[in-house]
């Protein structure tokens, strides 16, 4: 077992309100020097597979189907490991 | 300036019902090896600071006060690297 780590961000050109909402929040805190905040997903896959490069393949392929929406974001897989246990709790 | 990096993650003992949907989903979607997923929030946090290491220790000074809740989520700073200009948009 894998456990892929994905990352889904919003473009770059994409407004998000969610960041300005926690950049304010820092800058309410104190945090002046805060200059901009995104916030994304960080989805953690374990699948069953022969191998590192196959789960990669497959998560890829996730990826694209549903785990982020091309017209707005973009996705990375960031790193694959073998699965620890932990990890596949639901 | 520079842009750090954080994930927040659900502890593993907490239950993630976002990630039990997107398991189902794949499920539905004929992914059938997939044996978990987690979904966290990425944070990408650009202040202005002397160097990476004072960013660093602001940033994480952040994560505890407000981007992680100490009950149910862990938070860790994967990078902190030179900003981009288009990574301050918010």
């Given at each position: 077992m894998y456990t892929?780590?994905?990352y889904?961000?919003?473009k770059a050109s994409v407004l998000d309100p969610q960041g300005r909402a926690v950049e304010r929040a820092l800058?309410?805190?104190g945090y002046g020097e805060?200059?901009?905040v995104r916030v994304?997903?960080?989805i953690d896959v374990t699948v069953e597979?022969?191998?590192a490069g196959a789960a990669r393949?497959?998560?890829e392929e996730m990826g694209?189907?549903?785990l982020a929406n091309p017209v707005m974001e973009t996705f990375e897989i960031e790193s694959v490991k073998p699965a620890s246990g932990a990890a596949v709790e639901g």
């Open positions: 892929a780590r994905v889904v961000t919003l800058h309410a805190l805060v200059r901009g994304g997903k960080v597979a022969p191998d393949r497959r998560v694209r189907r549903l």
